[in-house]
Each structure stands twice: as C-alpha cells, then as structure tokens.
Nanobody, 122 residues
Framework: QVQLAESGGGLVQAGASLRLSCAAS????????MAWFRQAPGKEREFVAA??????YYADSVKGRFTISRDNAKNTVYLQMISLKPEDTAVYYC?????????????????WGQGTQVTVSS
C-alpha cells in the first residue's frame, strides 16, 4: 500500500507560481509511475503531468509552465507551476501506479492522495 499526501495549494494571482508536494509513505516511490491530475468544478479529472524512470510527460495545456520532479530520498514528488492562469484553478491530485509504463488515464492509477486546492484569480 502507498499513502499519498499533497500539500502546497493556495490562492494566488494570475502569473504567480506555486509548488505542490506529494509525500508518500508505505512504499518507496522509486519503483512507481507518479502523476499529477486535476479536477475543476463540473469537469472530469484530467491528466497534468507524469514521471517514470527517467522520463516526464505533460498535458499540452501545461507544457512549458509546469514541471514534475521527484526526490526519491525524500519519497516526494513535486509539481512546480509557473505563469499560473485562472483556468489552472482546480483540485490537484497526486497518483501512483506500479510498473514502468507511463499512463495518462485516471483508471490505471492505483493510489491517490486527497487533493490540494489551487485557485488562480485574474
């Protein structure tokens, strides 16, 4: 079992930056695919970014603005967000799945955090 806990969300103005953290316990993250998803009110949960061994993947909407990284020693995954836009407003979730194959589908992730709210005002 893997337990995930996100932190770092908040209310910021457009153009600002935030860094989200996802701390894991129970298992080491180094053997897991890790991803960030987000869900805005009234919308489906959508893929944001993913990291597996040596590679990262991004949704087109955040490419060039968001960066996923992991610190295996701290068992933590980060999402650095810059140039935030009002349309980035959502609850952001951290997720983990075993194996080495990347996925952007929510149904393929086994473990989820509780989410952290990011609100970007215009």
């Amino acid at each position: 079992q893997v337990q995930l806990a996100e932190s770092g969300g908040g209310l910021v103005q457009a153009g600002a930056s935030l860094r989200l953290s996802c701390a894991a316990s129970g298992r080491t993250l180094s053997t897991y695919n890790m991803a960030w998803f987000r869900q805005a009110p009234g919308k489906e949960r959508e893929f944001v970014a993913a990291s597996n061994t040596g590679s990262t993947y991004y949704a087109d909407s955040v490419k060039g603005r968001f960066t996923i990284s992991r610190d295996n020693a701290k068992n933590t995954v980060y999402l650095q967000m810059i140039s935030l836009k009002p349309e980035d407003t959502a609850v952001y979730y951290c997720a983990a799945r075993g194996g080495i194959i990347y996925s952007y589908r929510t149904t393929t992730y086994e473990y989820w955090g509780q989410g952290t709210q990011v609100t970007v005002s215009s």
